[in-house]
Nanobody, 123 residues
Framework: QVQLVESGGGLVQAGASLRLSCAASGRTFSRYAMGWFRQEPGKEREFVATISSGGGITYYADFVKGRFTISRDNAKNTVYLQMNSLKPEDTAVYSC????????????????WGQGTQVTVSS
């Protein structure tokens, strides 16, 4: 079992940057692909980015390419999402998730989820 706790969200102005962190419990973190998803109230959860267990493979949603970077530190059991050039439309609750499968944009392929951290971008 893996427990995930996100941090780093907040209220920022458009154009600013934030770095989200997701700390995982357990000794098997390095075996999981990790992903970031986001959800606005009343909307479906959407994929943001994913990274392979070793960190060598990453995929991004088209709307964050060039602005967001996912990374991980297996020694610290932590995955990060560096978010630059934030836009008001990036406002959402951002959640990290762990998957025993390969990196994926499909939320159904993730086994464990964190509670999420709110990111609000003002115009």
């Amino acid at each position: 079992q893996v427990q995930l706790v996100e941090s780093g969200g907040g209220l920022v102005q458009a154009g600013a940057s934030l770095r989200l962190s997701c700390a995982a419990s357990g000794r098997t973190f390095s075996r999981y692909a990790m992903g970031w998803f986001r959800q606005e109230p009343g909307k479906e959860r959407e994929f943001v980015a994913t990274i392979s267990s070793g960190g060598g493979i990453t995929y991004y949603a088209d709307f964050v390419k060039g602005r967001f970077t996912i990374s991980r530190d297996n020694a610290k059991n932590t995955v990060y999402l560096q978010m630059n050039s934030l836009k008001p439309e990036d406002t959402a609750v951002y959640s990290c998730a762990a998957s025993t499968f390969s990196p994926s944009s499909y939320s159904r392929e993730y086994n464990y989820w964190g509670q999420g951290t709110q990111v609000t971008v003002s115009s």
